[in-house]
T-cell receptor, first 115, second 115 residues
Framework: DTGVSQDPRHKITKRGQNVTFRCDPI?????LYWYRQTLGQGPEFLTY????????KSRLLSDRFSAERPKGSFSTLEIQRTEQGDSAMYLC?????????????FGQGTRLTVV | AQKVTQAQTEISVVEKEDVTLDCVYE???????LFWYKQPPSGELVFLIR??????QNEISGRYSWNFQKSTSSFNFTITASQVVDSAVYFC????????????FGAGTTVTVRA
């Protein structure tokens, strides 16, 4: 059990490019969450999965954002046509089962800089 | 509307001083959950405590203690005899859904403990 792993840790991209981030949850964790954290703010919930099913995506920031978890293990978050306002830390978390009485573990995040 | 307010942006103390972090929340639900997380410079969020709305007992864990007061919608966090390793950003968060970690975070308080 090596914790929640996110890759890459840092990404610099030019405005207009597409980027994809990967999150590997703790093994056997069914729930996987994506958050965005802008500088000086707390994390903001984006979307989450139960195995491969995406249970909510209404809080994704725009239709440029999409997430997948095709086999119920790792997940990817893609941002198309990046804008400078997308610069932020993108955090992933996983938990073993549903419910807030089970602990969720966060990864170290992917820091995106759009230039 | 902001659901969680952490009015203190930064707090600086000398080692061994006590420090109290304020958290005020807003919700119309009668059942909700409150959390505190620590975010060290490495970036991952570290879980500290979870408290449900029906449990108003204060809690102490080592040098950490929490004061939950429903009457004032506050869930304050005190670090006693602070240490340099306590330097981090601390976040208060609210969940109105017992099934999932769709947390609303405050903006965080940066604590700096000087030797």
């Amino acid at each position: 059990d090596t914790g929640v792993s996110q890759d890459p840790r840092h990404k610099i991209t030019k405005r207009g490019q597409n980027v994809t981030f990967r999150c590997d949850p703790i093994s056997e964790h069914n729930r996987l969450y994506w958050y965005r954290q802008t500088l000086g703010q707390g994390p903001e919930f984006l979307t989450y999965f139960q195995n491969e099913a995406q249970l909510e995506k209404s809080r994704l920031l725009s239709d440029r954002f999409s997430a997948e978890r095709p086999k119920g293990s790792f997940s990817t978050l893609e941002i198309q046509r990046t804008e400078q306002g997308d610069s932020a830390m993108y955090l992933c978390a996983s938990s073993k089962r549903q419910g807030v009485n089970t602990e969720a573990f966060f990864g170290q995040g992917t820091r995106l800089t759009v230039v | 509307a902001q659901k969680v307010t952490q009015a203190q942006t930064e707090i600086s103390v000398v080692e061994k001083e006590d420090v109290t972090l304020d958290c005020v929340y807003e919700t119309r639900d009668t059942t909700y959950y409150l959390f505190w997380y620590k975010q060290p410079p490495s970036g991952e969020l570290v879980f500290l405590i979870r408290r449900n709305s029906f449990d108003e007992q204060n809690e102490i864990s080592g040098r950490y203690s929490w004061n939950f007061q429903k009457s004032t919608s506050s869930f304050n966090f005190t670090i006693t005899a602070s240490q340099v390793v306590d330097s981090a950003v601390y976040f208060c968060a609210l969940s109105e859904d017992s099934n999932d970690y769709k947390l609303s975070f405050g903006a965080g308080t940066t604590v700096t403990v000087r030797a």
